[in-house]
T-cell receptor, first 112, second 111 residues
Framework: ETGVTQTPRHLVMGMTNKKSLKCEQH?????MYWYKQSAKKPLELMFV???????ENNSVPSRFSPECPNSSHLFLHLHTLQPEDSALYLC???????????FGPGTRLLVL | QKEVEQNSGPLSVPEGAIASLNCTYS??????FFWYRQYSGKSPELIMF????GDKEDGRFTAQLNKASQYVSLLIRDSQPSDSATYLC???????????FGAGTRLTVKP
């Protein structure tokens, strides 16, 4: 699905680093999402933005900080992560809440 | 009770058989139900969605919804090795229509 792009595709970082994940959607959608997918676990919803406004923060630690400057772009700023934060981070978008979500290819993150 | 439950599998079927994947959900008010397929190392891709009780067919795939039993299933007819993947059930819950995913069922279709 080329409608939702994510960069970088792979990221290795130390626990003291600061990095950012980027997501961009070209589908004209109004809602964007960050999910975390760890091995053997269900997809975990992290953040939801609807028309650039954050509508959900699913008890995510403050070391993850989202930013949504407009309906097409979504960032996830990372700082002082822990090894257990290593996972696949997926961005998705939908026309609106409750509508079909389309996923980006994900960023595979490894925290050393 | 988990919000969305699926058997983790693995489910193994021979090529050409029907694969049946099941999902139950806890929120009686849920209105939208989705099936996604996820190949290893890839992101989920939508197979189909269903909103109304009954069956919905799309090619070799049939989604079945029973809101009274809070149950949704996916049937794959004439299974192919290329259908081998993890199948995720997703359900919209609550007033915000947040999507909740099951843990997924891993399907293997053997030639």
């Amino acid at each position: 699905e080329t409608g939702v792009t994510q960069t970088p595709r792979h990221l290795v970082m130390g626990m003291t680093n600061k990095k950012s994940l980027k997501c961009e959607q070209h589908l004209g959608h109004n809602a964007m999402y960050w999910y975390k997918q760890s091995a053997k676990k269900p997809l975990e919803l992290m953040f939801v933005y609807n028309f650039k406004e954050q509508t959900e923060n699913n008890s995510v630690p403050s070391r993850f900080s989202p930013e949504c400057p407009n309906s097409s772009h979504l960032f996830l700023h990372l700082h002082t992560l822990q090894p257990e934060d290593s996972a696949l981070y997926l961005c998705a978008s939908s026309l609106g809440p409750g509508e079909t979500q389309y996923f980006g290819p994900g960023t595979r993150l490894l925290v050393l | 009770q988990k919000e969305v439950e699926q058997n983790s599998g693995p489910l193994s079927v021979p090529e050409g058989a029907i694969a049946s994947l099941n999902c139950t959900y806890s929120d009686r008010g849920s209105q939208s139900f989705f099936w996604y397929r996820q190949y290893s190392g890839k992101s989920p891709e939508l197979i189909m969605f269903i909103y109304s009780n009954g069956d919905k067919e799309d090619g070799r795939f049939t989604a079945q919804l029973n809101k009274a039993s809070q149950y949704v299933s996916l049937l794959i007819r004439d299974s192919q090795p290329s259908d081998s993947a993890t199948y995720l059930c997703a359900v919209n819950i609550g007033n915000n229509n947040d999507m909740r995913f099951g843990a997924g069922t891993r399907l293997t279709v053997k030639p």
